[in-house]
C-alpha cells in the first residue's frame, strides 16, 4: 500500500550539488510514523546506507562518507522526504534509492519494507 518514487537525479561535476526527492503515498499510509531511509547502489556492490532521518523529524543519521556534505530532511505535510547532497565526488556515482519502515530507527536495508525504484547520481571529474 506504500508506494515511494524518487526524482532528482543526474549529472553533475565534481564539487556540484544535487537535491533528491521522495514523495510518499498509499491509501493507509501514515506518512509521520515512517522513518524515512536513503540508500545507494553501484553495479557490483551491495547497497549501502546513506542517511536516514526519525518520523517526526527530530533525529537523523548519516553514514561517515556523506557527514557533512549530505542532508537528509522531510516534509510531513507534504509526505515527501529529501536528500541535498554538496560536494559531489565521483565516488557518489550510484543508484540512490529511498526506503521507508514504520516506528523504527534502523540504518539496515533488510529492515526496510518499502522501497523506491532510484534515481541515477552520476558524477563526473
Known amino acids: 500500500q506504500v508506494q515511494l518514487v524518487e526524482s532528482g537525479g543526474g549529472l553533475v561535476q565534481t564539487g556540484g550539488s544535487l537535491r533528491l526527492s521522495c514523495a510518499a503515498s498509499?491509501?493507509?499510509?501514515?506518512?509521520?510514523?515512517?522513518?524515512m531511509g536513503w540508500f545507494r547502489q553501484t553495479p557490483g556492490k551491495e547497497r549501502e546506507f546513506v542517511a536516514y532521518?526519525?518520523?517526526?523529524?527530530?533525529?537523523?543519521v548519516y553514514a561517515d562518507y556523506a557527514k557533512g556534505r549530505f542532508t537528509i530532511s522531510r516534509d510531513n505535510t507534504k509526505n515527501t522526504a529529501y536528500l541535498q547532497m554538496n560536494s559531489l565526488d565521483p565516488e557518489d556515482t550510484a543508484v540512490y534509492y529511498c526506503?521507508?519502515?514504520?516506528?523504527?530507527?534502523?540504518?539496515?536495508?533488510?529492515?526496510?519494507?518499502?522501497w523506491g525504484q532510484g534515481t541515477q547520481v552520476t558524477v563526473s571529474s
Open positions: 526506503a521507508a519502515v514504520r516506528l523504527k530507527l534502523t540504518a539496515q536495508e533488510s529492515q526496510y519494507d518499502y
Open positions: 498509499g491509501r493507509t499510509f501514515a506518512f509521520g510514523l515512517f522513518t
Open positions: 532521518i526519525k518520523w517526526s523529524g527530530t533525529n537523523t
